[in-house]
């Protein structure tokens, strides 16, 4: 079953590859609980199906980053990306698209957390297994308030200023 607007972000973690170490926080993937991460807080999330794949790396991870500012100027306090890829290649990624410190890049190994939001896709006809669907989200202290999930293979919805009008 698909999250929808007004459900409580399910139970589960993602992993996010940590480049400083810090009290609570070693060197390397970490694991976090996402009902701790989202607790009290305004948390801008979107999901993608891979790290390096052309729309995500040109046009969706870069919308956000060029549009963190006014998403924060808003009330949002966190924006993560999430996509079914290890915390390696994520950290490698942020990296990548100069998102260090913008844009907290979650891994979601297994699609275990996309599963459990019922926005998980079959992307095996590329050779890729399971995925995450594109989608963004709006989710205030766990609770989901905005929400656009895109049909395959669009990019419309789910954009940053999307999400940044609906604020």
């Given amino acids: 079953m698909t999250i929808k607007i007004g459900d409580k972000l399910p139970e589960g973690t993602l992993a996010e590859f940590i480049e400083t170490e810090t009290e609570g926080c070693s060197l390397g993937p970490n694991t976090f609980n996402v009902q701790d991460l989202v607790k009290g ?20 991870v870069p919308g956000y980053v ?6 924060k100027a808003k009330g949002v306090d966190e924006i993560w990306c999430i996509s079914v890829n290890d915390a390696f290649v994520m950290g490698a990624w942020g ?16 699609a275990s957390y996309s599963k459990a939001l019922g926005l998980d896709a079959d992307f095996s006809k590329f ?9 963004s989200l709006l989710a205030e202290d766990g609770v989901v308030t905005q929400l656009n999930i895109e049909q395959g293979g ?7 200023e999307t999400l940044l009008g609906q604020l």
Avoid: W
Wanted: hydrophobic fraction near 35%.
């Fill in 41 to 60: 807080k305004k948390i801008a999330i979107f999901g993608l199906p891979g790290a390096y794949t052309p729309t995500c790396s040109a046009q969706h």
């Fill in 66 to 71: 060029k549009h963190a500012e006014e998403l």
């Fill in 95 to 110: 990296r990548d698209q100069k998102a260090t410190g913008i844009v907290r890049f979650m891994a979601d190994g297994n």
């Fill in 127 to 135: 050779g890729m297994g399971t995925r995450s669907q594109r989608y």
């Fill in 154 to 160: 669009k990019f419309e919805v789910s954009n940053a």
